[in-house]
């Protein structure tokens, strides 16, 4: 003989399928309510600073009494801290992304550690210490990184967790001739991986110094029909507000002039463009 449910059974299963649905979005809402909690405790607990390190940016002279330069390091909270200070060699790639590699054998850093104690302050005496002879400006980050270090450390109110801070700060080596120079090497159209018309510049710093292209704008030109498209701010991605280091060049895509046609021919077209680039100095 077959089952067969009737109208008050269904009544009764829909009503309990609904305090079943009811219950667990009521345990999911009060989980995202303890989770948040959770996190302003982890936010509001913390220090916002451990310590402090100036200045944030300096430029070195080969030789000389000027090779050599001091910072400043003041541990403003009340725990003992440890510091470590390293210097590192700074370049770009071609899509403007730095990197970073180990410095040590250009600099004297004196010390390179230090423990403060809570509310003192540390003299860094840093030495330039590379080749003597700098056709092209050589640029360094300088890194003071927080240790972890428990000795001394205060216990009342302390925090579960312990954020380790850093500062990277721009560390240059001046030229012995200074020359500003920034251009478009190359204006070229492109299909993008996904399909779209777009253009290609290639930017590049011939000085001797490093740029910072604020407000930077870029006036592409068609030869042959005598057109011409600005772009800036945003538009040119990377570009905008990047700081160019000397002699480095990079390539960004921009989308295409909607008032150009795209070429059919992109090999014969390599030529027909170029183009020119402003900033603020």
Known sequence: MGFRMSKGHEIEKSTLHSLHM?????????????????????FTVVPVFAFQFSPLEQTFAPSGVNSTKTYTIVNDSNDSIAIEISALTRDIDSAGKEKNENAAAYFSIVPSKVILKPQSSQIVRVQYRGPRTVPTEMAFRLRAEQIPYSMGRA????????FLY??????????????????????????????REALSLTISNTGTIHQILNGVKVEVINNATRQSVVYEGAALGVVNGLNLLAGKTVTVQVAWPQNMTFPKDLAAAEKVFTAKVSYNN
Do not use: A
């Open 166 to 195: 850093v500062y990277t700060t721009s560390l240059y080596v001046s030229p012995t001739r200074t020359t500003t120079k920034v251009q478009v090497d190359q204006v070229v159209p492109v299909i993008t991986s996904d399909g």
């Open 22 to 42: 009811s219950g667990m979005i009521h345990r999911m809402n009060r989980l995202k309510v303890k989770i948040m909690v959770f996190l302003l405790l982890i």
């Open 155 to 162: 216990t009342e109110g302390q925090s579960m967790f312990n």
